[in-house]
């Protein structure tokens, strides 16, 4: 009878356990399914999104492309994108890649390495599509945009001094903002720069400012006395393709 008794004991013990087991093994299910179903809308998520940003690879403006590179890269497709800029030969792609070599899989930074390789290698060429005039107002442009950040970011790092700490940190946006004005339009400067040099025959002036030669390029290294050596030796080109090229 005890015996019975045990085994009663034990089957309800099993039956008020049961529904407890199949809730945890619901729950369970349940993540692994809301699991998968994230991971999958990720990736879809991740493919639209290079599939959107196909376009600006083979877009004629070179910061495009750059934002292109850096985009797959940011989304975790740096062999990609690595592959791509090596293949293309593409110099808006340097700073990408300088970036890939400082960060990531071992594997890419070497990739990343053998692709600046072939880019130093590469001969001159000519990746503005345009007619002369329209390269010399180009450049005009990110002179006047280079010039802009010369003349307003001494006023900026004043007033990232001074007392007041509602106009140090719009100093801080500000400075930020005319960092980016200042790559965006070095950035541009540099490919136009290699079709300049190339419709005049002629190698890059040396010495020529590393952000020009996007080359030991560093985005920290922001300085008035960088500025405008790049400013000037940008005009100086300028000057010297006007005289060789007077249509």
């Known amino acids: 009878m005890a015996e019975i008794e045990r085994k009663k004991d034990s089957w309800d013990k099993i039956a008020a356990a049961t529904p407890l087991f199949l809730g945890l093994a619901v729950t369970f299910v349940g993540i692994l399914f809301t699991n998968a179903y994230n991971a999958r809308q990720l990736q879809l998520n991740q493919i639209t999104a290079l599939r959107n940003l196909q376009p600006l690879l083979t877009s004629d403006k070179p910061e495009e492309r750059e934002f292109g590179y850096a985009s797959f890269a940011a989304l975790g497709y740096e062999g990609m994108a690595i592959r791509i800029i090596k293949m293309k030969q593409d110099e808006s792609g340097r700073q990408v890649l300088v970036q890939l070599t400082k960060g990531g899989s071992k594997e890419n930074q070497a990739r990343a390495h053998d692709a600046i390789k072939t880019l130093d ?51 801080k946006n500000n400075l930020a903002e005319l960092k980016s004005e200042y790559f965006v339009a070095a950035g541009r400067a540099a490919v136009l720069v290699q079709s300049m040099c190339f419709r005049m025959k002629i190698r890059p002036p040396q010495p020529q400012p590393s952000i020009l030669s996007n080359k030991n390029l560093d985005r920290s290294k922001v300085d008035v006395g960088r500025i405008s050596v790049v400013r000037r030796y940008l005009d100086e080109l300028v000057t010297r393709f006007r005289a060789s090229n007077p249509a």
Do not use: C, F, K
Not at 136 to 144: D, F, K, N, P
């Open 121 to 171: 290698e590469t001969p001159l060429s000519d990746p503005y599509a345009g007619d002369n005039s329209s390269l010399l107002l180009e450049m005009t442009m990110a002179i006047s945009d280079i010039a802009h950040v010369e003349q307003n970011y001494p006023t900026y790092l004043e007033v990232l001094t001074g007392p007041n700490s509602m106009s140090r940190e719009n100093a």
